[in-house]
C-alpha cells in the first residue's frame, strides 16, 4: 500500500477482502514489532448494542512494547494514548487501514522528549502497512 498522511491518520485502501486486510494487517503490524493487544469488531458492537446495521469496521489496539516502555519513561501519563489504534475499515470504495499518526497523538503532551519516539513509531507502523496490497 502507498501509505499517506491524512489528518490525524496514515493508511489507504488496500486490494484485500475485510476480512484478509484485518489477518494481513496484525501479522505486519507482528513483522514490525508490535502485538495487537486487542480487537473491537464494531460493526458486531453497535449491533448488538444499540440496533444498528453499518459495514464491517474493526480496530486493532497495536503495542510495540519496546517504544511503549521509551514513552513511558517520558511521560508516565502516556498511558492514556496507548495502544496505538489501527482500523480497518469497508466503505462503498473499498477497504482501508489506517493508523493513528503517532506525532499528532503524542504532540498533545507537549513534551518533545517523546518527537523521536513518534517518529521511530510512524517509521514502523508506515513500514508495516506498506506490506500490505494497495
Avoid at 37 to 49: S, V, Y
Avoid at 85 to 109: Q, R, S
Avoid at 120 to 129: D, G, P, Y
Wanted: with cysteine.
Amino acid at each position: 500500500m502507498q501509505v499517506q498522511i491524512d489528518g490525524y491518520g496514515v493508511g489507504g485502501r488496500v486490494r484485500l477482502g475485510f476480512a484478509d486486510a484485518v489477518e494481513q494487517t496484525k501479522e505486519a503490524l507482528k513483522a514490525e514489532g508490535f502485538g495487537v493487544l486487542c480487537e473491537i469488531d464494531i460493526q458486531a458492537t453497535l449491533k448488538a448494542k444499540i440496533g444498528v446495521d453499518r459495514m464491517p469496521y474493526t480496530i486493532l489496539g497495536a503495542c510495540n512494547p519496546n517504544l511503549a516502555h521509551q514513552a513511558l519513561q517520558a511521560e508516565p501519563d502516556l498511558g492514556l494514548l496507548l495502544p496505538c489504534n489501527v482500523v480497518v475499515f469497508e466503505d462503498a470504495e473499498g477497504v482501508w487501514v489506517k493508523a493513528i499518526e503517532p506525532g499528532k497523538m503524542l504532540g498533545v503532551t507537549g513534551n518533545a522528549d517523546l518527537d523521536p519516539i513518534a517518529e521511530q513509531v510512524r517509521e514502523k507502523l508506515s513500514k508495516a502497512l506498506e506490506r500490505l496490497p494497495a
